[in-house]
Structure formats: C-alpha cells, structure tokens
C-alpha cells in the first residue's frame, strides 16, 4: 500500500469548514484514497472514499487531484464533536488478506468553540 | 442497516488468567471479519482476519487465537493473558471493500 503523509495537528473554529491534506505520491492506479476518524477511546469510524473522482456524503467531501497524488477532505461545517485523529489511507481492497488495514499518524483535529 | 458489537466494553484481567472477547455482526452475511489491537498511542494491529465460518488466518504470532463458529460471530481467546496483551481491541467487518469498525473492547492485564 501506498505511504500517505497528513500535518500531525490543525485546529478549527467551529462552524467553519475544515481542510485535511493528504499526500500520497506513491499511489498505483488501482489503490483507493480512503479516510477514516477516530475519536478519543472510540473504534475508528469510516468517513469517505473514493479512486479518481471526487465523492461527498452526509459526512464529508473527498476532492482528489488529477495526477491523484494528493486529496483534501472536507468537513462543510465543524462540529465540536469532530474533535477526532483523522487517518488517510491508500491500498487496494481486493481479498481479505488485502483488506488489512494500516493507519500512519493521521492528522489529530481540534475544533474550538 | 448493519451494526457491530463488541463486548465486554472494558476488562480488567491478571496476568495468566483466560480470555475471550465476543464480536457479532447484524444486518450482513458472509462478511470479512477482523481482529485487531491499538496499544496505547500507537497505530492498529491486524491480528486475525476470516472469511468464512471455520476460516480463520493468523497475521501476527502470539498467545492468542480467534475463532468463527458462526457466519457472523467472531471471537478472540487466550488461555493465559500477559502483561503485553494489554490494548484497545477492534473487531470490523467488510464485504465491499471498506470495513466498519466495532465500539471496541479495553483490556488491561494487571
């Protein structure tokens, strides 16, 4: 799987949208750009993914750049519960064995009131 | 919808003493099913993963097995707990690709 590189920290004002980078240089054609978020002593929680396109859900927006070396993912308007460590995550999901998951130090947001 | 649960939410164990956590997963069939640990401060750690009842595959060498006696129930045992077994235990599942993360059990061996 592809190395991701996330800023170890941001801050937020609430209410506000929140702009998380990831860097991926590496990524192969078929490897996905997949972000998850983990709040304090909860199980990681699944946002949003995609392959070239750019995706939204209830949650977020994923944008990915043309070359797909980079993507940003967009929280539209922060809540003080999306104070969570945020991971951005590249592999391929084909079998099981392949499915494992690996999250690097992710990006650790701190919305303020 | 689908829904995992994982229990129990907290342990406190001794060192030596026997383990098992349970995991159950509702609203799928035949999921991928997984094991994993976050020790404190750390990343996660795949420890089992399956893909059917009876399927069970290792990722990591320890004291601890896993097992799937049924479609959508998976549990992580050991019969004597070590001190380094402590950690934050995650249970996902996944059919398509993306998995979806239990609540989690804590774990501390004293």
């Known amino acids: 799987d592809a190395k991701t590189t996330q800023p170890p920290s941001m801050d937020c004002a609430e209410g506000r949208a929140a702009n998380l980078p990831c860097n991926h240089s590496t990524i192969s054609g078929n490897e996905y750009v997949y972000w998850y978020r983990q709040i304090h002593s909860q199980g990681p929680q699944y946002i949003i993914h995609g392959l070239k396109n750019n995706e939204t859900n209830e949650m977020a927006s994923l944008i990915i750049t043309e070359d797909r070396k980079s993507s940003t993912l967009i929280l539209p308007h922060a809540t003080l519960r999306d104070t969570a460590v945020y991971y951005c995550i590249v592999r391929v999901a084909i079998k099981a064995a392949d499915n494992k998951l690996t999250f690097g130090g992710g990006t650790r947001v701190l919305v303020k009131p | 919808s689908q829904t995992i649960h994982q229990w129990p939410a907290t342990l406190v164990q001794p060192v030596g003493s026997p383990l098992s956590l349970e995991c159950t997963v509702e609203?799928?069939?035949?999921?991928?099913l997984y094991w994993y640990r976050q020790a404190a401060g750390r990343g996660l750690q795949l420890l089992f993963y399956?893909?059917?009842?009876?399927?069970i595959s290792s990722e990591v060498p320890q004291n601890l097995s896993a097992s799937r006696p049924q479609d959508r129930q998976f549990i992580l045992s050991s019969k004597k707990l070590l001190l380094s077994d402590s950690g934050f235990y995650l249970c996902?599942?996944?059919?398509?690709?993306?998995?979806?993360f239990g609540p989690g059990t804590r774990l501390l061996v004293l």
């Open positions: 399956s893909v059917g009842i009876g399927q």
């Open positions: 609203g799928t069939s035949n999921p991928n």
């Open positions: 996902a599942w996944s059919n398509r690709g993306t998995q979806y």
